[in-house]
């Protein structure tokens, strides 16, 4: 079978497993006890930290470990409203193509009676800029965006924004969890106060990821307690930090081989489902995408049923559109890019990863030929 979800999870790497088993069975007190082997602890902690600073481009005070993106995002929003009610920045400004976990934030916030307004993006799924400029005003708690969305790879113009919603004085928050690992973007290069990062996204192990807190902030904890400088309490979990580390270097080492790679294979994948069959419509066309992320539709077909002939077919992929008891629930990624509901319900998201091959990619192109052509020709093509 080909696995082409790697925006969903990817396989932890053999360096990392070995690292974690490691760690597991040599360093397991706890990092804050000031016995010998908690101090061994301790040292493993700080050499993983260093490892993922180095990384990502932060210093290793700047980053607070956390369980994951979902985690880190919920310490900087919530952060933010913590703070922003001392200084009457109460309002809450983020896309309208966030993670579904950030959607579902801002939405119990809602509840609550915090004003969250949503930037639109374009046809392409870029960030409306304008819409960004009318929205950011000095009332405004937290600007989040994510750097690269999920579901269609396309990158979002973070300098640009960061730069709006500094001259209101507000903190921006980059949600970087897709741009680590398929992008060159350096925490300390994109003018974001905050980042969130997930491990298992570059084949790290699930449950561990970051906030990175830029130098100099003060930011409230959600968890209560000593750990990572009273940012995130709780004790540290030591094998996945460790795992994240090991990810972290064996990524650096071969991230610029692997971005070409993906893009070479993304270009074959492309263009070999367009010139293979009709109504194939690819999303993200004129944006700068992730070189590993192709989201299209195959003329009006759901996507459940293009993902269960697919996977009948040996590959795996995934969609944004959500099954449900009631059908299928359009992708509101493709909604907020102004495609119907029709078309929101048929995009199916291919993502390559670093150990992709092309002999992998032709088999999805026949697989696809063999699955999907014969239903494709029984269905109006779409104007293009
Ligand atoms: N943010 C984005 C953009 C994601 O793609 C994901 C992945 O599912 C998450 C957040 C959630 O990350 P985690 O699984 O680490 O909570």
């Known amino acids: 079978p080909v696995y082409l979800d790697h925006n969903a999870t990817t396989q932890p790497a053999p360096e990392v497993i070995e690292e974690m088993l490691d760690s597991l069975q040599k360093v397991w007190a706890n990092p804050s006890s000031t016995h010998a082997p908690g101090q061994a602890a301790r040292r493993a902690l700080t050499d993983a930290r260093t490892r993922v600073a180095q990384f990502l481009g932060c210093l290793g005070a700047e980053l607070v470990f956390t369980s994951g993106a979902t985690e880190a995002n919920h310490i900087a929003v919530l952060g933010a409203l913590a703070q922003g009610r001392a200084t009457g920045r109460t309002r809450l400004v983020m896309s309208a193509v966030e993670h579904p976990g950030m959607l579902a934030l801002a939405e119990r916030l809602r509840g609550e009676g915090v004003v969250v307004d949503l930037i639109g993006v374009d046809a392409r799924g870029v960030l409306d800029l304008q819409c960004a400029r009318r929205l950011i005003g000095d009332d405004v708690a937290l600007v989040s965006v994510m750097g690269a969305n999920n579901e269609t790879g396309v990158l979002m113009p973070v300098a640009e924004l960061a730069a709006l919603a500094h001259a209101a004085g507000t903190f921006v928050h980059v949600d970087a969890t897709q741009l680590v690992g398929k992008t060159a973007a350096r925490f300390d290069a994109g003018g974001a106060d905050l980042w969130s990062v997930s491990a298992h996204k570059l084949h790290g192990p699930k449950g561990v990821g970051a906030l990175v807190v830029r130098k100099g902030l003060n930011w409230p904890a959600l968890f209560a307690g000593r750990q990572e400088r009273h940012r995130r309490g709780g004790t540290e979990n030591l094998p996945g930090i460790v795992g994240f580390a090991a990810a972290a270097e064996r990524t650096a080492r071969t991230l610029a081989h692997d971005m070409s790679h993906m893009r070479d294979l993304q270009g074959r994948l492309e263009s070999g489902l367009r010139a293979a069959l009709p109504g194939v419509h690819l999303y993200g066309t004129g944006a700068d995408r992730l070189p590993n992320t192709s989201c299209l539709r195959f003329g009006t ?21 959500a099954c449900t008891a009631s059908g299928t629930q359009p992708s509101h990624v493709l909604l907020a890019m102004g495609e119907p509901a029709l078309h929101a319900r048929a995009s199916v998201r291919f993502s390559l990863g670093r150990d992709t091959t092309a002999a992998e990619i032709d088999q999805t192109l026949a697989a696809a030929v063999r699955a999907l052509g014969p239903l494709l020709h029984t269905v109006p093509a779409p104007a293009e």
């Open 301 to 321: 077909l759901d996507a459940e049923q293009v993902l269960g002939k697919l996977e009948r077919a040996g590959v795996f992929a995934s969609s944004g559109a």
